[in-house]
């Protein structure tokens, strides 16, 4: 039996059917190079963070080799930051002075990134932050940028949050009804109070209200759960769940985030880049699990995806290309196929198909439990060459594979079901 969620009040439809998007990351931070919240870490102030406002000059952006990247790495949807924590906005917002034309970029940096990934055929999902730091009337709270000066906190007292508030309902207003259809509304997020400081949670950001004016705005729209009010995905982040993630009990839609290295922003110094075969191994994990997988890029300052973060993709799509048959349309396999070990499986119900992930090659055999008679043909995915195999009394189905690994990151076995 295949694990369903229950509906929610988007269309999850093609959300669960394509599986993989691409993250991005990119804003002012991506100038200082040293993490997205370097601006929170460093307490660097308003007025000492506008360098980077002055001198952002992306002049090799180029969305559409962004897109083609995209595409060619397997990915069928993408979130993008419209604003991050740092108040900075990418689009031409009438609300603000805060934005991408005003810098040396002189343009609307979203519209061409949303016409380029469309032409592809993605879906458009806009991430947007609830914090910003550089709103006057954004209240000081555990993670803001001044939240050790105290000359600062005492002017709390004259800061608003509900006319900052008005402004978030505002600009999101703005992005989903300037850029056309928008698949996926990607909020983030709810700060917990501290000792010093109170939270913002869903009464902080009106979250019912602003849900309601979403779904008007954009019919169909996917939002994630960091208003503080469940939706449509539930977003585990920089983890693997161990199963499908449920909430009171029932399976959800979910989508685990991941970065390339420990920086959603282009980070230059920081080093824990994850191997390609690594990626790929979570993607198949999480799809195996009935998730997506959503892996962030942090273009730098110029407006490029840089080498590491081009050869990762580049190394995802190579798989991709000869198994992505494994991932698109497949989900959680039913319980009664007990996964080998060192392996995952994957299952498409609509072609009744069970990919078979190898992710430790073992000598001469895997044995199946329980699947003698249930398989009709099996051929490995990469170069549709038949796997052949037993099947004994006991019921299980012995498959006799080569010693020789095949020449891919993850090979996987396709088994046709009776
Ligand atoms: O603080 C952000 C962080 O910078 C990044 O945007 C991630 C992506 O999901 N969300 C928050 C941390 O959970």
């Known amino acids: 039996m295949v694990l369903r969620p229950e509906p929610t009040p988007g269309d999850t439809s093609w959300f669960v059917r394509d599986r993989f998007g691409l993250f991005i990351h990119?804003?002012?931070?991506?100038?200082?190079?040293?993490?997205?919240?370097?601006?929170?870490?460093?307490?660097?102030?308003?007025?000492?963070?506008?360098k980077y406002f002055d001198h952002f000059d992306p002049d090799l952006y180029d969305p559409d080799m962004w897109a083609e990247v995209a595409s060619k790495a397997g990915m069928k949807y993408f979130v993008v930051t419209t604003k991050h924590h740092e108040g900075f906005c990418l689009w031409d917002s009438k609300l603000t002075d805060y934005k991408?034309?005003?810098?040396?970029?002189?343009?609307?940096?979203?519209?061409?990134?949303?016409?380029?990934?469309?032409?592809?055929?993605?879906?458009?999902?806009?991430?947007?932050?609830?914090?910003?730091?550089?709103?006057?009337?954004?209240?000081?709270?555990?993670?803001?940028?001044?939240?050790d000066n105290e000359e600062y906190i005492r002017k709390d007292s004259e800061r608003d949050i509900n006319r900052y508030v008005e402004y978030l309902f505002g600009q999101v207003r703005e992005l989903l009804t300037q850029y056309g259809k928008i698949d996926i509304m990607w909020f983030d997020f709810s700060v917990a109070p501290s000792e010093r400081f109170p939270g913002k949670g869903k009464e902080t950001w009106q979250s019912e209200r602003l849900i309601k004016m979403v779904r008007e705005l954009q019919p169909g729209i996917l939002i994630n759960d960091r208003l503080q009010i469940d939706q449509d995905i539930k977003t585990?982040?920089?983890?693997?769940?161990?199963?499908?993630?449920?909430?009171?009990?029932?399976?959800?839609?979910?989508?685990?985030?991941?970065?390339?290295?420990?920086?959603?922003?282009?980070?230059?110094?920081?080093?824990?880049?994850?191997?390609?075969?690594?990626?790929?191994?979570?993607?198949?994990?999480?799809?195996?699990?009935?998730?997506?997988?959503?892996?962030?890029?942090?273009?730098?300052?110029?407006?490029?995806?840089d080498a590491r973060a081009l050869d990762r993709l580049a190394g995802?799509?190579?798989?991709?290309?000869?198994?992505?048959?494994?991932?698109?349309?497949?989900?959680?396999?039913?319980?009664?196929?007990?996964?080998?070990?060192?392996?995952?499986?994957?299952?498409?119900?609509?072609?009744?198909?069970?990919?078979?992930h190898v992710f430790s090659w073992p000598f001469k055999h895997i044995h199946l439990d329980g699947m003698a008679g249930k398989v009709e043909y099996a051929q490995l995915l990469n170069d549709a060459s038949e796997i052949t195999f037993k099947e004994h009394e006991d019921g299980t189905l012995t498959l006799n594979i080569p010693v020789k690994a095949p020449d891919v990151a993850v090979p996987v076995i396709e088994l046709f079901l009776r």
């Open 26 to 50: 990119w804003g002012l931070y991506s100038l200082p190079a040293r993490h997205e919240w370097v601006m929170s870490r460093e307490r660097i102030s308003a007025e000492a963070y506008r």
């Open 100 to 147: 991408a034309p005003n810098t040396p970029a002189g343009r609307d940096l979203l519209r061409p990134m949303v016409d380029a990934f469309r032409k592809r055929g993605f879906r458009v999902g806009f991430y947007h932050s609830l914090l910003d730091w550089h709103h006057p009337d954004y209240t000081v709270d555990q993670y803001h940028p001044m939240r």
């Open 236 to 305: 585990p982040e920089q983890y693997q769940p161990r199963e499908w993630l449920r909430v009171n009990g029932k399976p959800v839609v979910w989508e685990a985030c991941h970065t390339f290295s420990g920086s959603w922003g282009y980070h230059r110094d920081e080093a824990t880049w994850k191997s390609v075969d690594m990626l790929i191994k979570m993607l198949i994990d999480t799809v195996s699990k009935g998730g997506n997988f959503l892996l962030n890029v942090g273009p730098t300052g110029r407006g490029e995806f």
């Open 316 to 356: 995802i799509g190579e798989w991709m290309k000869r198994h992505s048959r494994s991932i698109y349309g497949c989900t959680q396999a039913p319980e009664e196929f007990v996964c080998p070990q060192d392996c995952r499986y994957t299952y498409n119900p609509d072609k009744n198909r069970l990919y078979l």
